[in-house]
């Protein structure tokens, strides 16, 4: 039920109130201070039982650290060289509340990378876990897990405006000279906003599980603003192992789960492998495709049965997965949906400070069907579309970055009269869902003339369970245009299997599409932090012979 306030003869509910807030305050520290002042014995951090005012008073004493030993001020650039700790969050909202810009630094990266980021962003000091510092590093390194001995009643908020960059990341640079995003408090600030419209989905108090690294757009996202912006708690796995993944389900249970697509297709293949050993995965695919059927006429206690242990293997008290940094395969989506699950499928870049559509089906509190979008003060288009309605993704809003830094040669190409232009192919169906059919520079031009989609073959071959991963680019041989695909293979799978297997899914698409000429094997294919296959990376190894090629 909703809480009423009243102001003079106005009645207004409560969620208007704060998202009225929102809109007025200058920084993501003033919203962080909002939230914990309303929630101060509200638990936030989980596994350590600490309270968001815990949360408030530890970033105050890293704030007053900051500026009394360092001398930090507005305008200078703090790195933060860390895996999934509290620190990391406080030492964030710590940087932004004196007006600093946090330069988030991939752990995976290496030391020369890091080094040249520090050297392009002129930073004064990096806060790193002791097991990440660097020799010779260009500034001041500090241990970001330190105890701060500082009193937060000396802390002073510097004055910072909405306009002002909150953040730096680097793109993934996997092709040419990375570029330096900045995204501003107003960026920042929107993305909490934006959140509230999902309050029917994520309520206050739901738990996260954050797993996904903070220095990650994505991560920032789901593990640091909007678990704050909606009032929620955090439960921050800093190893990245399943096995802690499904005992910290068990034991806390969280109601939000958010993981790359590549992390949801492996859970997907357990689930159906396990039924399969069961020999009940026919029967579970019979009866969750009539769910709606059976709920009607009152058998839903049996659809109950059959998804049960799908929700137990999450804790049992899981609502809703949400996905991002990658595209998830249409096919996995509508899984966990038919599970009952409700699922928020992210588009997005670190451009824009990541969710720039969400295809995320949910019942709004009117009663109407809500299917996708962008957050409320964006747009997206589908520019150019061809006679399939495929074409570059636009977008533009408040969440969209004002441009790369130092680099009007890149801003010139990414903006078009106030669009964003993201590089990525796509369409969007009636309902607004977008699909997501690759990179436009990775979009294969057959002879013909006709357009082949990576992302679109990916998808398919990898519903054959013997293919764990796949990387579809254009490839000549002899003279000839050509999809090739390198596939990683459960142990054991032999070239003359994939044949049969890509033959058997041929027949569900048009023949020129069809991938004749591929190769094999059984190891992890290259990817990024967001699990995104590096298809430049898996080419070069195909040259040099890493895998075993199928014979034509």
Same mark, same amino acid.
């Given at each position: 039920m909703s809480i009423f306030v009243s102001v003079g003869v106005m009645v207004i509910p409560t969620q208007l109130i704060e998202h009225k807030v929102i809109i007025m305050m200058k920084n993501i520290y003033e919203m962080l201070q909002d939230v914990c002042s309303r929630n101060k014995d509200g638990i936030f951090l989980v596994?350590?039982?600490e309270t968001y005012a815990d949360l408030l008073k530890k970033v105050k004493q890293r704030a007053v650290l900051l500026a009394k030993r360092f001398g930090i001020k507005k305008g200078d650039t703090v790195a933060i060289l860390s895996g999934n700790t509290p620190d990391f969050l406080r030492s964030y909202f710590a940087i932004a509340s004196q007006g600093a810009r946090a330069l988030m630094l991939d752990t995976g990266l290496n030391t020369t990378e890091h080094v040249n980021m520090m050297k392009r962003t002129d930073c004064k000091l990096v806060l790193a876990q002791k097991s990440m510092f660097i020799d010779n590093a260009p500034c001041e390194m500090f241990d970001i897990e330190n105890i701060d001995e500082t009193d937060d009643k000396e802390f002073v908020m510097a004055k910072t405006e909405r306009s002002d960059i909150a953040q730096l990341s680097f793109t993934s640079g996997s092709t040419g000279n990375p570029k330096v995003v900045g995204l501003t408090h107003e960026n920042l600030l929107s993305l909490a906003d934006g959140a509230q419209f999902y309050k029917p989905v994520i309520h206050p108090g739901y738990t996260f599980y954050g797993f996904l690294?903070?220095?990650?757009?994505?991560?920032?996202?789901?593990?640091?603003?909007?678990?704050?912006?909606? /009032?929620?708690?955090?439960?921050? /796995?800093?190893?990245? +192992?399943?096995? !802690? %993944?499904?005992?910290?389900f068990k034991q806390y249970k969280p109601e939000v789960i958010p993981a790359v697509p590549r992390i949801w297709e492996v859970f997907y293949k357990k689930i159906v492998d396990s039924a399969r050993e069961k020999h009940v995965w026919t029967l579970m695919r019979v009866i969750v495709s009539l769910r709606r059927v059976l709920r009607a006429i009152g058998l839903g206690a049996l659809v109950d049965k059959v998804t049960k242990p799908v929700h137990d293997a999450f804790g049992g008290n899981t609502k809703v997965l949400v996905s991002a940094g990658a595209t998830l395969k249409p096919?996995?989506?509508?899984? @966990?949906?038919?599970?009952? %699950?409700?699922?928020? =499928?992210?588009?997005?870049?670190? !451009?824009?400070?990541?969710?720039?559509? %969400?295809? %995320?089906?949910?019942?709004?509190?009117? #009663?109407?069907?809500?299917?996708?979008?962008?957050?409320p003060g964006n747009e997206i288009q589908i520019h150019n579309p061809d006679k399939h309605g495929i074409g570059e993704i636009w977008v533009r809003g408040n969440m969209v970055m004002p441009g790369y830094l130092e680099n009007d040669t890149a801003n010139a190409d990414a903006f078009e009269q106030g669009w964003f232009k993201t590089g990525d192919i796509g369409c969007l169906d009636k309902y607004g869902r977008l699909?997501?059919? #690759?990179?436009?520079?990775?979009?294969?031009?057959? =002879?013909?003339? +006709?357009?082949? @989609?990576? =992302?679109?073959?990916?998808?398919?071959?990898?519903?054959?369970d013997e293919i764990l991963n796949?990387?579809?680019? !254009? @490839?000549?041989?002899? =003279?000839?245009?050509v999809p090739f695909a390198v596939f990683q293979v459960k142990p054991g799978t032999t070239v003359e299997r994939v044949a049969f297997?890509? +033959? +058997?899914?041929?027949? /569900?698409?048009? /023949? @020129?599409k069809w991938v004749k000429h591929f190769a094999i094997t059984e190891e992890e294919l290259p990817s990024t932090s967001a699990k995104k296959v590096k298809h430049f990376a898996v080419r070069d190894m195909l040259d040099n012979g890493a895998f075993t090629r199928a014979e034509q």
């Open positions: 596994r350590q039982n690294p903070l220095y990650h757009i994505y991560g920032v996202v789901i593990n640091i603003i909007v678990p704050v912006a909606l /009032q929620g708690k955090l439960l921050l /796995q800093p190893v990245l +192992k399943p096995q !802690e %993944f499904i005992k910290d096919s996995i989506r509508k899984f @966990y949906e038919s599970m009952g %699950f409700v699922v928020g =499928d992210c588009y997005g870049l670190t !451009e824009t400070t990541g969710p720039a559509n %969400f295809n %995320f089906a949910f019942r709004r509190p009117d #009663g109407s069907m809500y299917y996708a979008g962008p957050l699909t997501v059919k #690759g990179r436009q520079k990775q979009v294969i031009v057959l =002879d013909s003339g +006709k357009n082949v @989609y990576p =992302d679109e073959l990916e998808d398919l071959y990898m519903q054959n796949a990387a579809v680019f !254009e @490839y000549v041989i002899k =003279d000839k245009t297997l890509l +033959k +058997k899914s041929n027949v /569900q698409i048009a /023949q @020129y």
